[in-house]
């Protein structure tokens, strides 16, 4: 079965501008959730999505959101974009909320502002 | 407050050698799930294992085998008779035990290299 889709997979953008990124969860999977991987900071939660509703959120400012449709596909935002922004976005689909049905990553979206 | 410490940055050994990733956490939930990850260059995480802090039992999965103790906090990955394949990022993972969903808290990765 197909697994988690990100797309785009490369993203440039300017200083200022925003950006959507998309995530398709695999068949069936009701939770989406979003992570920023950089070189300094690591890999860092966003936030969660389930049945449309956001379950989670890590400690990002405001110009990051998300948001979740009825086919549970995911896309988040980020608006008045940063250098510091550059990043690889990865999002992770799960059954449910919790542990027990494992999540599966995606290959992620690169993000470069320049 | 949850962290995760590896504080082996780059490892890198010849093929067919054992290696061991080291992991240290911090939580003060007595409930947590803790995880290992592989990072490929292609980008995507692929789950490794799981372990909840109940289950202390170390695990062996083919040339993989984890190391889970409490009292030292730890949560070691070992290859045995490493290939070239393995070359990646490892991540380590800690998560509390929530009903509302998931929160990761990952380390830093060691980025392994195995040279033929």
């Known amino acids: 079965k197909a697994g988690v889709t990100q797309t785009p997979r490369y993203l440039i953008k300017t200083r200022g501008q925003q950006v959507t990124l998309s995530c398709s969860p695999i068949s069936g999977h009701r939770s989406v959730s979003w992570y920023q991987q950089t070189p300094g900071q690591g890999l860092q939660f966003l936030f969660e999505?389930?049945?449309?509703?956001?379950?989670n959120k890590g400690n990002f400012p405001g110009r990051f959101s998300g948001r979740q449709f009825s086919n549970s596909r995911s896309e988040m935002n980020v608006s008045t974009l940063e250098l510091g922004d550059s990043a690889l976005y990865l999002c992770a689909s799960s059954l449910a909320l919790g542990f027990d049905y494992g999540y599966t990553f995606g290959s992620g979206t690169r993000l470069t502002v320049v | 407050a949850q962290k995760v410490t590896q504080a082996q940055t780059e490892i890198s050994v010849v093929e067919k050698e054992d290696v061991t990733l080291d992991c240290v956490y911090e939580t003060r939930d007595t409930t947590y799930y803790l995880f290992w990850y592989k990072q490929p260059p292609s980008g995507e995480l692929v789950f490794l294992i799981r372990r909840n802090s109940f289950d202390e039992q170390n695990e062996i999965s083919g040339r993989y085998s984890w190391n889970f103790q409490k009292s030292t906090s730890s949560f070691n990955f070992t290859i045995t008779a490493s290939q070239v394949v393995d070359s990646a990022v490892y991540f380590c993972?800690?998560?509390?035990?929530?009903?509302?969903?998931?929160?990761?808290?990952f380390g830093t990765g060691t980025s392994l290299t195995v040279i033929p």
């Open positions: 993972a800690l998560s509390r035990a929530l009903n509302t969903g998931n929160q990761f808290y």
């Open positions: 999505y389930f049945s449309e509703t956001q379950r």
